[in-house]
């Protein structure tokens, strides 16, 4: 069954005045007025190109939660449209113990694809997906995803993302997936 994948980073959060602070509590910071007015934004431009998705996947971090629960509120996907939160997505999770030393983009995304079908979410249930998440991940996935050169996905600011389609999750492990479009702050 093809799949519709938005890959998007989370939308712009609250920071800490201390740098030190701030990395210590991240994890726990919300989203900002301008992540919430982007993430609005995003669910518009998703909305005109009529994207429904089923499921969103997203990272531990408060922000990138409330992104999906933003974007899901106002899409109105349907009632079956879950958010999880996933480990694999989240900043300084370096796999499970036999992938420590050795997580890379192919591992990150087998991993991906395990803890879908653990937390009983598995991917090749779902036509259109979004994930949620963190740089550099985010840029890790989509070049193992996409077989492309990971440079070009390392520009990717506050919500922005990146629309994929592939024909399997097979064809999404094989780096198969079709970048369909960017999605850029002010484009649609």
Known sequence: MAITIIMLRHA?????????????????????????????????????QGIKPNAYFTSYFTHARQTGEILRDIIGSPQSATISDLLTLTPHFQGLRRSRGNWHGSAILESLLQETRVVGCDLSTFETVVFILHQPRLMQL???????NQSQFS??????????????????????????????????
Do not use: W
């Open 12 to 48: 712009t959060r609250e920071r800490h005045s201390d740098e030190v602070s701030d990395e210590y509590l991240e994890l726990n910071l919300p989203l900002n007025a301008i992540g919430k007015s982007e993430t609005r934004a995003r669910a518009s431009q998703l909305i005109e």
């Open 155 to 188: 520009a990717i600011g506050y919500s922005e993302g990146v629309h994929l389609c592939c024909d399997s999750i097979d064809a999404l492990s094989q780096g198969q997936s079709k970048t369909e479009r960017f999605l850029v702050s002010g484009t649609t």
């Open 142 to 148: 989509l070049q193992v995803m996409t077989s492309q």
